[in-house]
């Protein structure tokens, strides 16, 4: 489960007999705080690549925007490739099952 802010505007594409499929990125971020004998420990923001499909995508790519919040549940996917030097990258994305939109509702007109 993770609340945060939507990092980019969702990137949809229509794949497979036109299944949706979104991308975006989901800032959480672990408030700050101070420690007993006075050292503050900063805010922490994690980023965190998310992937969801069919209709979830579908919702995602009609009502949410860069910025919006959101509470999202789903599974960690990890993978590997080969990039084009021929290093090995590492990637973990979540793919999302549920999402609820945290943010206030946009008027019909409202583009941002």
């Not at 579908?58 to 084009?84: F, N, P």
């Not at 990258?89 to 099952?97: F, G, K, S």
Request: proline share 4%; net charge positive.
């Amino acid at each position: 489960m993770l609340i945060g802010n939507v990092g980019r505007d969702p990137e949809v594409k229509y794949v497979d007999k036109g299944v949706a499929c979104a991308r975006f990125s989901l800032a959480t971020t672990e408030r700050g705080y101070t420690l007993p004998n006075g050292i503050q420990v900063p805010d922490r923001t994690d980023w965190h690549e998310i992937l969801m499909w069919k209709r979830l995508a579908e919702v995602v790519e009609k009502y949410v925007r860069k910025g919006d919040k959101l509470y999202v549940e789903g599974r960690l996917r990890y993978s590997t490739y080969d990039d084009a030097s021929g290093k090995r990258r590492y990637v973990t994305e979540i793919w999302a099952d549920n999402m609820e939109m945290l943010s206030p509702k946009r008027k019909e007109n409202d583009n941002g």
